[in-house]
């Protein structure tokens, strides 16, 4: 029996740019579920831990994440767990990687990285089995990551390593580290621990190959982040079990604006089921009644304590038959003004148009002394 925990795309060092004044704080709590993946393999008790590529987000770190791993890294090496990572498209094996600037094996005898140019192979005789793994050399390359697979020693198990995508017709760029799911029946292995897709991911067919996608909340991704604990049989069955670890959480959900009468509503939808740890991405749709103005910002900073980040797209358009029927001679500049911005509406390309039916909206509610939210 041989266990296993399979991760990858940690992406220490990321910007979360888009998370604004909560950007510190998930950085931070990065690092956390880093060190909590690292508990969970000692509680664990696995024989070997395997990160297959983006441990960073960039080849530039600051000195902190780079001890944090160096430490890490160490906990295990005290258990005698060996660890094995490859260079991934984000730290990937250039000129100037992080991986040529830090001895990660000479400060952690317990870690292996793949450095070779071709696929080269580490054996750990004591667990009876080799671990095979190449860098990637650069962020894009039409050489697969499986190319030159195969089992090379006589070991009882054996496990490949590889940053790459799985080919999927027409979806996959051709330069992504692309590998064939033909390449995956044919290497040999017992088990393929990928990385580089953001999601969980079992490639189809017998053999097993799986992403774990990231452990912790990145901003490309659309689930709870996860590790996966890979246990082979003496007779090299494999179960590969998700493990929950990242403590953010994501959804998406859409507001249908003709069910909305007023603002009070329209809140109580947004704060549907949510929780101090939820980034939650919400788009207005549909059409709106021309009473209601909507302002998305207004809205994020209104309820945004109630999530750990809350994001409002307003794909909204106003009900423009509801526009005032104007005639009366004190309302003069209304209809002028609601006649104008009807012809710009009209002879509007689709980005323009949006912005000429908000200016409508906005404009009338104005002349009408109506205060906007
Ligand atoms: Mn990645």
Not at 74 to 81: A, C, H, K, P, S
Not at 255 to 263: K, T
Not at 271 to 288: D, P, V, Y
Request: aromatic share 6%; proline share 5%.
């Amino acid at each position: 029996m041989l266990k296993i925990l399979h991760t990858a795309d940690i992406h220490l060092g990321t910007r979360f740019s888009s998370l604004g004044s909560k950007a510190t704080s998930q950085r931070e709590q990065l690092r956390t579920t880093f060190k909590n993946i690292m508990t969970m393999a000692i509680n664990e008790g696995v024989d070997i831990v395997l990160i297959a590529g983006d441990l960073f987000d960039s080849n530039q770190q600051p000195q902190r994440n780079i001890d944090l791993v160096v430490e890490q890294f160490n906990r295990l090496g005290q258990n005698n767990t060996p660890i094995c990572l490859i260079p991934g498209t984000h730290d990937c094996l250039d000129f100037s990687s992080i991986y040529r600037k830090v001895d990660l094996e000479g400060q952690c005898p317990n870690v292996k990285v793949f450095t070779g140019e071709d696929i080269t192979y580490q054996e750990y005789p004591h667990i009876n089995l080799t671990v095979y793994g190449k860098p990637n050399l650069s962020n894009r390359s039409y050489i697969s990551p499986l190319e030159g697979l195969r089992p090379s020693t006589s070991t009882r198990f054996h496990i490949a390593m590889a940053h790459g995508s799985a080919y999927i017709p027409g979806r996959i760029a051709e330069d992504d580290h692309v590998f064939k799911l033909d390449e995956i029946e044919a290497s040999g292995m017992n088990y393929i621990a990928l990385g580089h897709w953001h999601r969980m991911y079992a490639c189809p067919g017998r053999l097993p190959a799986w992403y774990p996608g990231p452990p912790e909340w990145l901003p490309d991704q659309r689930e709870m982040g996860s590790v996966l604990l890979v246990s082979l049989s003496d007779s090299a069955e494999v179960k590969v079990e998700p493990k929950r670890v990242g403590l953010r959480d994501y959804d998406e959900i859409v507001v249908e604006m003709s069910e909305i009468p007023e603002v009070a509503t329209l809140k109580k939808k947004l704060l549907e089921g949510t929780s101090r740890n939820l980034i939650r991405r919400a788009t207005l749709k549909g059409l709106c009644d021309i009473e209601l103005i909507v302002d998305a910002e207004e809205l994020e900073s209104d309820l945004g304590e109630e999530f750990f980040h809350l994001k409002v797209i307003d794909e909204s358009h106003p009900k423009l038959k509801e526009i005032p029927e104007v005639g009366f001679e004190e309302r003069l500049i209304m209809a002028k003004f609601v006649n104008l911005m009807k012809e710009k509406i009209e002879s509007s390309g689709e980005e323009e148009k949006d912005i000429a039916e908000a200016a409508l909206q906005y404009g009338i509610a104005l002349l009408e002394g109506k205060d906007i939210l």
